[in-house]
């Protein structure tokens, strides 16, 4: 059974910086989509960033764009989300998740995913 695990989350001044992780484990291959989804309280979710592990392509948000970069690490099948320059409007629980592939393209639609993790929680300071 494929599964998700965020960790990473913490409390952090504006303009600091985190790392998100999101541990892999179950899938039967390596070629899936992995999306980081954010949702802030009394907000829907959101997608902010997505990576194709079978070509590596990838696409942000315009709101994190320039701030946020997903990478992988294969050997230790985990995804990683690192954060810089957080702003208050960054303060929500992360979600990675994952749709099977192959795929050359990925997407930020949480209805393309059927694998989700539980969440971690980034919280802002401003």
């Known amino acids: 059974e494929a599964q998700l695990v965020e960790s990473g989350g913490a409390l952090v001044q504006a303009g600091g910086s985190l790392r998100l992780s999101c541990a892999t484990s179950?899938?039967?291959?390596?070629?899936?989509?992995i999306g980081w989804f954010r949702q802030a309280p009394g907000k829907e979710r959101e997608g902010v960033s997505c990576?194709?592990?079978?070509?590596?392509?990838?696409y942000y948000t315009d709101s994190v764009k320039g701030r946020f970069t997903i990478s992988t690490d294969n050997a230790n099948k985990t995804v990683y989300l690192e954060m810089n320059n957080l702003n208050a409007d960054d303060t929500a629980i992360y979600y990675c998740?994952?749709?099977?592939?192959?795929?050359?393209?990925?997407?930020?639609?949480?209805?393309?995913?059927?694998?989700w993790g539980k969440g971690t929680l980034v919280t802002v300071s401003s």
């Open positions: 990576l194709s592990m079978t070509d590596g392509s990838t």
């Open positions: 179950g899938f039967t291959n390596g070629e899936y989509a």
């Open positions: 998740a994952a749709a099977e592939g192959p795929y050359y393209y990925c997407s930020v639609s949480d209805r393309w995913y059927d694998v």
